[in-house]
């Protein structure tokens, strides 16, 4: 295994966040983490709601939304007009498989990479329906032909209802052609609908180009903003037909301000999420990509050189200057955490025993520790874990 180098810590960065200094923080893809200044912007909306809740909740907050979706959706590459503010990628899920009609006979497509709490959406509703989910293996490390053909071989057009894909999986951390099995799926009359919770603030994206019938993304994770905070793009031929979470006194001004206006909603996230990009922006984006795309490769072949385990073929180094994804997995031994509870469980090992916070899934029958990069992290902190976790697993 060659040698890499880290990057250069981007001057400052750490400071802005309040993280515990105690603790090695390699689990950012999870919930995010918040900038200081984010927080404070967050708390000064806060205190503007208890100082006047009436005017606060008053006819100038539809306007206030309005306002901020434009300016996410622009950072985004989404239609502002087409799309809703929504509080995760749970609420935009189950809003899109509201909408799409399905009775018995019909199915809905997964893939063997969809985020669990997305594949437990699917079946309720699919259940609900009298219609089935099926699911199609792609291999870690297929390469985008061979992951579009596969798809397209397992579509059943007039059966397949919905087709459901990630663009980025949180639990393998591979990155999708949603672009060209969006357009796969379209030829057949199958609507999809594209999982991208990681993608704001880590990839660069035009949701308008991708052209999914539905596209929901997190501004929480990557972005900067507040949690709470994501995106749902719906396609046009859609929106007069999509059911939102809660029927309320904006149900009858049709989508997004069906979905979005809920009453005493705490709209503070929202709100405060352009501070998230200014943020982001002011550290500049392209060297925040690339500083922790090229951090997350490097603690994952640290960690993979300590355990003696393969990466996977697609494992790639970022070329110098670019930009990748800042998440990466280390297949950990076989047996080790072969099963949910047990990857739940040796989570939990490493955050108490050696200090250090990241996600580990089974997959496919095989334990997958995952690593995520920011700012705010430092080789030492992949360093350390290398060289601590041997001896861990070795407890067992």
Same mark, same amino acid.
């Given at each position: 295994?060659?040698?890499?180098?880290?990057?250069?810590?981007?001057?400052?960065?750490?400071?802005?966040?309040?993280?515990?200094?105690?603790?090695?923080?390699?689990?950012?893809?999870?919930?995010?983490?918040?900038?200081?200044?984010?927080?404070?912007?967050?708390?000064?909306?806060?205190?503007?709601?208890?100082?006047?809740?009436?005017?606060?909740?008053?006819?100038?907050?539809?306007?206030?939304?309005?306002?901020?979706?434009?300016?996410?959706?622009?950072?985004?590459?989404?239609?502002?007009?087409?799309?809703?503010?929504?509080?995760?990628?749970?609420?935009?899920?189950?809003?899109?498989?509201?909408?799409?009609?399905?009775?018995?006979?019909?199915?809905?497509?997964?893939?063997?990479?969809?985020?669990?709490?997305?594949?437990?959406?699917?079946?309720?509703?699919?259940?609900?329906?009298?219609?089935?989910?099926?699911?199609?293996?792609?291999?870690?490390?297929?390469?985008?032909?061979?992951?579009?053909?596969?798809?397209?071989?397992?579509?059943?057009?007039?059966?397949?209802?919905?087709?459901?894909?990630?663009?980025?999986?949180?639990?393998?951390?591979?990155?999708?052609?949603?672009?060209?099995?969006?357009?796969?799926?379209?030829?057949?009359?199958? *609507?999809?609908?594209? %999982? $991208? @919770?990681?993608?704001?603030?880590? !990839? /660069?994206?035009? +949701?308008? #180009?991708?052209?999914?019938?539905?596209?929901?993304?997190?501004?929480?994770?990557?972005?900067?903003?507040?949690?709470?905070?994501?995106?749902?793009?719906?396609?046009?031929?859609?929106?007069?037909?999509?059911?939102?979470?809660?029927?309320?006194?904006?149900?009858?001004?049709?989508?997004?301000?069906?979905?979005?206006?809920?009453?005493?909603?705490?709209?503070?996230?929202?709100?405060?999420?352009?501070?998230?990009?200014?943020?982001?922006?002011?550290?500049?984006?392209?060297?925040?990509?690339?500083?922790?795309?090229?951090?997350?490769?490097?603690?994952?072949?640290?960690?993979?050189?300590?355990?003696?385990?393969?990466?996977?073929?697609?494992?790639?180094?970022?070329? *110098?200057?670019?930009? %990748? $994804? @800042?998440?990466?997995?280390?297949? !950990? /031994?076989?047996? +080790?955490? #072969?099963?949910?509870?047990?990857?739940?469980?040796?989570?939990?090992?490493?955050?108490?025993?050696?200090?250090?916070?990241?996600?580990?899934?089974?997959?496919?029958?095989?334990?997958?520790?995952?690593?995520?990069?920011?700012?705010?992290?430092?080789?030492?902190?992949?360093?350390?874990?290398?060289?601590?976790?041997?001896?861990?697993?070795?407890?067992?």
């Amino acid at each position: 295994m060659s040698a890499l180098e880290p990057p250069t810590p981007l001057p400052g960065a750490r400071l802005l966040f309040s993280l515990d200094p105690g603790v090695a923080y390699l689990n950012h893809g999870t919930v995010g983490v918040v900038p200081i200044g984010v927080q404070r912007a967050q708390q000064r909306l806060r205190d503007e709601v208890e100082a006047n809740p009436r005017r606060f909740y008053g006819q100038e907050m539809a306007e206030r939304v309005i306002h901020t979706r434009r300016f996410l959706a622009g950072f985004l590459g989404a239609d502002p007009d087409g799309s809703a503010l929504v509080p995760n990628i749970t609420a935009a899920v189950s809003i899109a498989l509201n909408s799409v009609p399905l009775g018995a006979g019909d199915e809905v497509l997964v893939t063997d990479h969809v985020y669990g709490a997305v594949e437990i959406a699917v079946r309720h509703r699919s259940e609900r329906a009298g219609a089935s989910v099926r699911t199609v293996a792609l291999p870690a490390d297929a390469g985008d032909a061979e992951v579009v053909a596969l798809v397209v071989a397992a579509l059943r057009p007039g059966r397949t209802k919905l087709l459901v894909v990630d663009q980025l999986a949180s639990v393998t951390a591979k990155v999708f052609p949603v672009r060209e099995m969006v357009a796969a799926a379209h030829e057949r009359g199958i *609507p999809v609908l594209v %999982d $991208a @919770a990681h993608v704001p603030g880590m !990839l /660069p994206v035009d +949701v308008t #180009a991708i052209d999914a019938d539905f596209w929901a993304g997190t501004l929480h994770k990557w972005a900067f903003a507040p949690r709470g905070t994501a995106l749902l793009a719906v396609g046009a031929a859609w929106r007069s037909r999509i059911e939102p979470l809660a029927v309320g006194w904006s149900q009858d001004q049709g989508f997004p301000r069906s979905v979005e206006h809920q009453g005493t909603l705490d709209y503070t996230p929202w709100l405060a999420a352009p501070t998230g990009l200014f943020t982001l922006r002011t550290l500049g984006w392209e060297a925040v990509r690339a500083h922790n795309a090229a951090l997350a490769a490097y603690g994952q072949r640290v960690v993979a050189a300590a355990l003696d385990v393969e990466l996977p073929k697609d494992a790639q180094l970022p070329e *110098p200057g670019s930009a %990748d $994804a @800042a998440m990466r997995v280390v297949p !950990l /031994p076989p047996g +080790v955490a #072969a099963t949910q509870p047990e990857a739940y469980a040796l989570r939990q090992r490493i955050a108490e025993k050696l200090g250090t916070e990241v996600a580990v899934n089974a997959w496919g029958g095989r334990g997958l520790l995952r690593l995520s990069a920011q700012v705010y992290n430092r080789a030492d902190e992949y360093e350390r874990l290398a060289q601590r976790l041997p001896e861990l697993l070795a407890e067992r």
